[in-house]
């Protein structure tokens, strides 16, 4: 069985990757990645020369490559994580969230049309649904919760899943979707809240929070998400959408005056900085559907999951350092510089 899995060089993408060829050493693994800042090949080190695993660079919105990929290797399950993923890049540019999250989901839609696949599943996110009040801990995201997109990464992302739902109906594409809710754990990207943080707290630099610090986001390890995915692929009903997250809300200043302790740094390193625009209050998925439909729950607390990723961080700092040493600091420098 083949499985084409795209932006699979990013974060979610690659721990994905060594999820499924470790569970499923039978399978071939391709990755079709454009390899843009987010994307890091030497994340893919550990499985390149395996002979279940093929590593294609390209981009999703590129037809003429999908198509040729999916003539050569008829892939029988594509699981589209490929995205402009960070909220405050689609503040400041939000053209190329347009252009690789709808069409480039469009163009591997076309593909399966043309080709002919057993799955197709898009990664999508519960920041479609907008945000919670905090004073309303009653609240949960479910699949029925409207769209109601904050950033233009997020408008971006709720376009796709419209699109995906459309060829389910019209054309009878046997695709799924997944939102989830924040991740965290090895290979993310520095840019994102909880590398960020653990970066300058190892760096003894000041912490960035935005606002009052008090927004509220629902966290899950990335091998949780990963295995959710998984069933969805095995069992999951075709055209219905999936909340994947573990009740795990948590303050953002709670979870930065956590990785402080566990670091052994002081809490003197927070520097509050100007709001996020558009800024989401809350996030809070109601996990029920792929609970009782797919027995799904997660199986790593936050506390555990956090010392993992400390580890992960603290044992593999020429990744994280190869990163922010270049162009990273030009963007550090534009997205904090007198913030
Ligand atoms: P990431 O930014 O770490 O990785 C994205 C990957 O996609 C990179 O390897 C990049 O090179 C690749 N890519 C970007 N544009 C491409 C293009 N045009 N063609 C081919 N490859 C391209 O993102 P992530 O955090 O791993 O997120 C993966 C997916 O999961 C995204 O669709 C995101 O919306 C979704 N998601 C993320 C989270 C989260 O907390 N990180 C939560 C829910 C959903
Ligand atoms: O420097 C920071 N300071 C800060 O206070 C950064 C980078 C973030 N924050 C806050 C903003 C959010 O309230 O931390 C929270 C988390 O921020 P991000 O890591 O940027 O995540 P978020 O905006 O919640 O979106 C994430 O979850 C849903 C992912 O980046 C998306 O790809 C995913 O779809």
Not at 201 to 226: I, K, Q, S, T
Request: hydrophobic share 35%.
């Amino acid at each position: 069985m083949t499985i084409l899995v795209t932006g699979g060089a990013g974060f979610i993408g690659s721990n994905f990757i060594f999820y499924w060829l470790d569970k499923h050493p039978e399978d071939k693994v391709i990755c079709l990645d454009k390899l843009t800042y987010a994307g890091n090949l030497s994340t893919l080190r550990p499985v390149m020369d395996s002979p279940s695993f093929k590593f294609v660079k390209g981009d999703i919105c590129d037809k003429k490559l999908v198509f040729e990929l999916f003539k050569n290797e008829r892939p029988e399950y594509v699981v589209n994580f490929a995205a402009e993923s960070h909220v405050d890049r689609s503040i400041t540019g939000p053209e190329v969230f347009l252009q690789t999250n709808y069409m480039g989901t469009a163009t591997l839609l076309e593909a399966c049309r043309e080709f002919g696949v057993g799955r197709y599943h898009q990664v999508s996110t519960d920041e479609v649904y907008g945000d919670l009040p905090l004073d309303r801990p009653d609240l949960f995201f479910t699949e029925d919760s409207p769209l109601h997109t904050s950033s233009p990464y997020s408008a971006s992302k709720a376009a796709a899943d419209l699109l995906v739902q459309s060829y389910v109906r019209t054309f009878g594409a046997p695709a799924t979707i997944s939102r989830c809710s924040n991740n965290y754990g090895p290979y993310q990207f520095p840019e994102k809240f909880i590398p960020l943080m653990v970066i300058n707290a190892l760096n003894d630099e000041p912490l960035p929070v935005y606002g009052d610090g008090l927004n509220v986001r629902d966290w899950l390890f990335v091998e949780d998400h990963c295995r959710a995915i998984e069933l969805i692929l095995r069992g999951g009903r075709v055209g219905e959408i999936y909340n994947i997250g573990g009740h795990n809300e948590w303050r953002n200043i709670d979870v930065v005056r956590l990785v402080l302790q566990e670091l052994n740094r002081p809490e003197s390193l927070v520097q509050y900085v100007s709001d996020r625009k558009g800024h989401d209050r809350r996030y809070a998925i109601d996990p029920e559907k792929i609970r009782d439909e797919l027995g799904w729950l997660p199986q790593t607390g936050f506390e555990g999951g956090l010392k993992r990723t400390l580890r992960w961080y603290l044992d593999n700092r020429p990744w994280w350092r190869d990163i922010v040493s270049g162009e990273y600091r030009e963007y550090y420098q534009k997205m904090y510089g007198g913030r």
